[in-house]
């Protein structure tokens, strides 16, 4: 069984900037974050897979969150720029995914890590 551990949430004002980090326990090709707001859906953010080098955005956070990391580490990064309010959710490292990046269709699932952006 894989295990996912983030931190690095917190509460930050508008504007601000956090980094999240999530370390697997085993060497993972494909991690990605998601996020739910309360009262809605778990929601793609950003993913990556370290054999193409390639990275996925969803569009409301695109030129403001990047996804990086450290494979020999197993680790992710997000850092997350210019935050907004609508930014403040809890999010969630993914590693595996069994379809396309976007779906929250990911074999693994960290516990989570609250983000708080006010106003």
């Known amino acids: 069984q894989v295990q996912l551990v983030e931190s690095g949430g917190g509460l930050v004002q508008a504007g601000g900037s956090l980094r999240l980090t999530c370390t697997a326990s085993g060497c993972r090709d494909a991690m990605g974050w998601f996020r739910q707001a309360p009262g809605k859906e778990r929601e793609f953010v950003a993913a990556t897979r370290w054999t193409f080098g390639t990275t996925y955005y969803a569009d409301s956070v695109r030129g403001r969150f990047t996804i990086s990391g450290e494979n020999a580490k197993n680790t992710v990064y997000l850092q997350m720029n210019y935050l907004e309010p609508e930014d403040t959710a809890v999010y969630y490292c993914?590693?595996?995914?069994?379809?396309?990046?976007?779906?929250?269709?990911?074999?693994?699932w960290g516990q989570g890590t609250q983000v708080t952006v006010s106003s």
């Open positions: 993914a590693a595996d995914p069994t379809d396309d990046y976007y779906s929250d269709r990911y074999r693994y």
